[in-house]
């Protein structure tokens, strides 16, 4: 399909294609039917719903994993600093669940005033 065409266009060219082969009979496409041409048309038409529709679900299913997992890291997080509340910034619980113990922790370097 060309980049520059939209379904909607598409269906749109279609549309016209039938309006025009009613009203002339006597219009051929070789081996393609009128009937043909238009059950080509309406499995499209089925088959991009179709499309949609999935595409509605995934949205949906990404943005409640999305909640889960904020969800979950909003506990980690908490259960994080109940253990360094608990146990102490420099104890092994704080670190087994993935904080910085205060003894590991490097020390801010000072800025240097710009020399003039």
């Given at each position: ?28 496409l ?32 990404v ?5 889960q ?5 909003d506990?980690v ?34 800025k ?5």
């Amino acid at each position: 399909m060309a980049k520059s065409r939209s379904f909607d266009d598409i269906v749109a060219d279609a549309e016209r294609l039938l309006r025009v082969w009613n009203d002339n009979d006597k219009l051929s496409l070789g081996d393609v039917t009128r009937e043909g041409f238009q059950t080509m048309l309406a499995t499209f038409k089925t088959t991009r719903s179709h499309t949609e529709d999935l595409r509605t679900q995934l949205t949906a299913s990404v943005n409640d994993t999305n909640s889960q997992a904020r969800a979950i890291q909003d506990l980690v997080v908490r259960g994080r600093s109940g253990a360094r509340a608990q146990f102490g910034a420099d104890s092994t619980q704080y670190e087994q669940l993935g904080g910085t113990r205060a003894s590991e922790r490097k020390p801010r370097a000072k800025k240097s005033s710009p020399k003039s």
